[in-house]
């Protein structure tokens, strides 16, 4: 099995989850993606989905999956999404493509989260993937040196502007031993829109696509 195939297995199994009359919250990325198309088979059945990117936005569309805003969904029974790392506890580093803030508030208004992997994703200890922040531009030097002082090496997404206009800083060389406490850590540095961390608001199931079938952690 491919990774792409070990991503829509994992997608596949989530399927399972959604229930007729569901508004449910759609993430972003490329696992995200398989979610969407297989969803296209149930748009009959389901009240909508609220996107958590312009991206997914514009997929969901084009299966003519109806997409609602937020603020007209009120709590969504469901969240299904993708993640760049997880640890054990359904700690999640996301943002590698940029979407973290708008997935973290869709989680948050969510239930249930869902999230979906291959099983690389799965991880002892975070950090080895860098870890996003969104930053408002003005604030982008000043964060930096935060970051340094706080032991990363934050690196510029280069010509990257998230759908909030706002910039990505992805933060090399951290160890996460303690998500809570660095999620806080992050929030508390003014100008800092939303860190890549989802530990106060983690993954409720995790389903991981392996080369031996799909295993769920929960
Ligand atoms: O901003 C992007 C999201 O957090 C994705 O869920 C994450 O990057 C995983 O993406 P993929 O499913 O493509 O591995």
Do not use: W
């Not at 590698?96 to 973290?104: D, I, P, V």
């Amino acid at each position: 099995m491919t990774q792409d195939e070990m991503k829509k297995a994992a997608a596949q199994a989530a399927l399972e989850y959604v229930e007729s009359g569901m508004v449910v919250g759609i993430g972003t990325g490329s696992t995200a993606n398989h979610f969407i198309d297989l969803l296209s088979s149930m748009k009959g059945k389901i009240d909508g989905t609220v996107a958590s990117s312009i991206a997914s936005e514009e997929r969901l569309k084009s299966h003519g999956i109806p997409v609602m805003d937020l603020n007209d969904a009120g709590q969504l029974s469901l969240y299904v999404d993708g993640a760049d790392e997880s640890d054990k506890h359904l700690n999640l580093i996301k943002g590698g493509g940029g979407a973290l803030t708008r997935e973290k508030i869709v989680a948050g208004a969510s239930e249930k989260f869902i999230c979906i992997a291959d099983d690389s994703k799965l991880v002892d200890v975070m950090g080895k993937f860098p870890l996003p922040v969104e930053v408002i531009p003005m604030a982008r030097s000043y964060i930096a040196r935060e970051i340094v002082k706080m032991g990363g090496q934050p690196q510029l997404r280069e010509g990257f502007t998230t759908d909030n206009g706002n910039i990505i800083l992805d933060v090399h060389g951290l160890e996460i031993f303690e998500p809570v406490k660095m999620e806080d850590e992050f929030n508390r540095l003014p100008g800092v829109v939303t860190v890549g961390l989802f530990a106060r608001r983690p993954a409720d199931v995790l389903i991981l696509g392996a080369t031996e079938g799909v295993k769920v952690i929960d």
